[in-house]
């Protein structure tokens, strides 16, 4: 740790000991990929990019979850399996500086997932209980599965639906989304054959086209996304904004986004929108 690391660090790192975690560190310098996978690419204005000798997008690490992830995976460990870490993430950002530090728990393969999840919850408060003694606390849970699942009985596409799971936890993205769900924006920056490939959904030839097109511009396709990562975004853009979701369903998203109740009555709030959207 260096000598910038905060001064309740040593106090961080003896709560993970007592609380069967491993301590791990992971290289600062990551694979781009895998994040812009999972965040989308609006995440590339905000992460920070290299390249490697070999043409290889890197970054310097946004978050410790997947870097964390694919050291397990890598490493071949066992599960059940409890990380924790304290390290340096860099994003860019308009206030706060673009470097600050993250501390947390990943809890991988335990089956009892409710356990797990108590679990984590317990970890969180224990760990803000310490950070910011005193101040009373909060918590607020949702969940990923059933978000996901009602977006799936809306009869919402794939794409939507990811870009919907991208946003889940935060509000600002989650409104953006639903505002461009009910008035889906226009694009006429595309024509000619992109335009058309676009619209046929003919991702081997719109792929082909962008390829030719770089080689023609002397660009690298190492210098960013590949051709058919480009190509894949183009398609599922045109995707999204081809999507009318009816009045009903838009009202019955909006219903569930609406639900915020005390945890004992989470079952019989689900049950009764349910019930009322029609829905299994």
Not at 30 to 35: E, G, I, N, R, S
Not at 126 to 137: D, N
Not at 254 to 279: M, N, R, S
Request: with cysteine; glycine share 8%; proline share 5%.
């Amino acid at each position: 740790m260096t000598s910038r690391t905060p001064a309740i660090s040593t106090d961080i790192t003896n709560l993970f000991a007592t609380r069967n975690t491993h301590a791990v560190e992971v290289a600062i310098l990551q694979p781009a990929d895998p994040f812009l996978d999972m965040a989308g690419e609006d995440l590339r204005r905000r992460i920070f990019l290299t390249e490697s000798e070999t043409g290889q997008t890197l970054c310097l690490r946004p978050e410790f979850t997947i870097p964390v992830c694919l050291d397990h995976i890598s490493s071949q460990a066992g599960t059940p399996r409890r990380y924790s870490y304290l390290g340096e993430v860099f994003r860019q950002r308009r206030e706060g500086g673009n470097e600050f530090f993250q501390a947390g728990i990943e809890d991988l393969g335990d089956r009892d997932t409710a356990g797990a999840d108590a679990r984590s919850v317990a970890d969180a408060h224990a760990l803000l209980s310490l950070v910011l003694p005193g101040q009373a606390l909060a918590i607020t849970l949702g969940d990923q599965t059933i978000f996901e699942a009602v977006f799936a009985a809306l009869g919402l596409p794939r794409g939507w639906r990811m870009r919907l799971a991208r946003a889940f936890g935060s509000a600002p993205m989650l409104e953006t989304a639903l505002a461009d769900l009910a008035n889906p924006p226009r694009n006429g920056q595309l024509s000619g054959p992109v335009a058309a490939l676009v619209l046929d959904g003919d991702l081997d030839g719109l792929s082909a086209h962008i390829a030719s097109g770089m080689e023609e511009a002397r660009l690298s396709a190492s210098a960013g996304r590949a051709p058919s990562d480009i190509a894949r975004r183009l398609i599922e853009k045109a995707e999204l904004r081809s999507v009318r979701l009816s009045s009903g369903a838009f009202s019955a998203l909006k219903d569930f986004l609406a639900i915020d109740v005390p945890l004992d009555g989470a079952a019989q709030a689900l049950e009764t929108f349910a019930t009322g959207a029609g829905l299994s």
